[in-house]
């Protein structure tokens, strides 16, 4: 299976309604399992499901991985961790803050209906049980350690797909940021910046330029100096995509 054959079976609209932006590169993505089949809006149920069975290997592979974090941290003490995380915890059970939900983590699972991604993102957080207090000191994704390797994926898929969108509807995009729960701060160069916590302690600095007669609308995203102490690049660049994925529904 190569990108290629999922293009072949895709609306081929380019419409970037998908955080992909393009069908190729959601083709891309798909294969790699960054992005739901859900996100092409210009499919239909049956393609939607036609597709999926071209990428699906005999069992999922997040489903698997799910059960083996929540094995890998079967053995954690969550009161023990709970305050490096920035969470709450009380016996088996943690509670926080993920993407403007409250979310209850235990021993076995979640207690609420959630997609498998943004299951697996939270439970790399916990694993990872960083502890460092934030620094304030805001850098570049291709700063962090490793980022360089996947900065450009990040810009395309999280920073261009962001500016794409508030260029488009800037009002509603906007309003979208505040439900998620962000703050706006001053002191940065661009017209608009906002701090937006997806977990409590992986704040992510959104600096947004609308279009001018010379440019297009731009958008750059900033993390704490310690953000890799609370999870890896990689794990970095699906949260920034589930953020996208947030913002865009109804876009
Ligand atoms: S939403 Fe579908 S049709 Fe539109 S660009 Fe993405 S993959 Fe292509």
């Known amino acids: 299976m190569n990108p290629l054959d999922v293009y072949k079976k895709l609306p081929k609209k380019n419409c970037a309604k998908c955080s992909a932006g393009t069908c ?127 900065s450009d994926s990040f810009h395309e898929a999280c920073e261009m797909t962001l500016a794409r969108m508030f260029g488009k509807d800037q009002d509603s995009f906007l309003e ?3 439900e998620l729960g962000s703050k706006e701060v001053k002191g940065f160069p661009a017209k608009h910046s906002f701090v937006i916590n997806p977990l409590p302690k992986i704040p992510f600095l959104i600096l947004l330029w609308p279009r001018d007669e010379e440019f297009d609308s731009d958008c750059r995203i900033l993390f704490d100096s310690t953000v890799t102490g609370y999870i890896d690049v990689e794990a970095l660049l699906y949260l920034g995509m589930a953020v996208v994925r947030r913002l865009a529904v109804n876009q």
């Open 24 to 150: 190729m590169a959601f083709a891309v993505q798909l294969l790699r399992r960054l992005v739901p089949i859900s996100e092409c809006v210009e499919l239909d149920e049956q393609g939607q499901k036609e597709i999926e069975s071209m990428v699906s290997e005999p069992g999922d592979w997040k489903e698997r991985r799910v059960q083996e974090l929540l094995r890998e941290i079967s053995g954690s003490k969550f009161s023990a961790i709970a305050e490096g995380l920035g969470v709450t915890a009380k016996d088996d059970t943690i509670k926080l803050r993920y993407l403007g939900r409250d979310i209850t983590v235990t021993h076995s699972g979640f207690g609420e209906t959630m997609d498998i991604f943004d299951q697996l993102l939270i439970l790399m957080y916990i694993k990872t049980a960083g502890n460092k207090p934030l620094t304030g000191s805001w850098v570049a994704f291709r700063d962090l350690k490793d980022g360089l390797i996947r």
């Open 176 to 178: 979208k940021i505040f």
